[in-house]
Nanobody, 123 residues
Framework: QVQLRESGGGLVQAGGSLRLSCEGS????????VGWFRQAPGKEREFVAS????????KYADSVQGRFTISRDNAKNTVYLQMTSLKLEDTARYYC????????????????WGQGTQVTVSS
């Protein structure tokens, strides 16, 4: 299992940018896929983006395609989510999660989760 910790959330105006970080523990972090999910109050958790262990397979939700970019630095045990052109509807708590090797878009496929970081977009 990998322990995960998110950071980088905050309050930003619509149109602005934020970069979220997901730092993992353990020397095997480079062999894990990481997914970003988000959950807004009263809504179900939804897939945002994912990256496989080698960063050769990136996936994005349609709602963030072209605005968000996922990347990883295995030397730093960290996966990033660069968010640009933020919209009010991006307001949510963002979670990163890990699974072995290959990423999927389903939250139930991920075994380890961080505590989340809040992103609030204001008008």
């Amino acid at each position: 299992q990998v322990q995960l910790r998110e950071s980088g959330g905050g309050l930003v105006q619509a149109g602005g940018s934020l970069r979220l970080s997901c730092e993992g523990s353990g020397r095997t972090f480079g062999s894990f896929a990481v997914g970003w999910f988000r959950q807004a109050p009263g809504k179900e958790r939804e897939f945002v983006a994912s990256i496989n262990w080698s960063a050769t397979d990136l996936k994005y939700a349609d709602s963030v395609q072209g605005r968000f970019t996922i990347s990883r630095d295995n030397a730093k045990n960290t996966v990033y989510l660069q968010m640009t052109s933020l919209k009010l509807e991006d307001t949510a708590r963002y979670y990163c999660a890990s699974r072995s090797l290959w990423a999927t878009t389903s939250a139930s496929d991920y075994g380890s989760w961080g505590q989340g970081t809040q992103v609030t977009v204001s008008s």
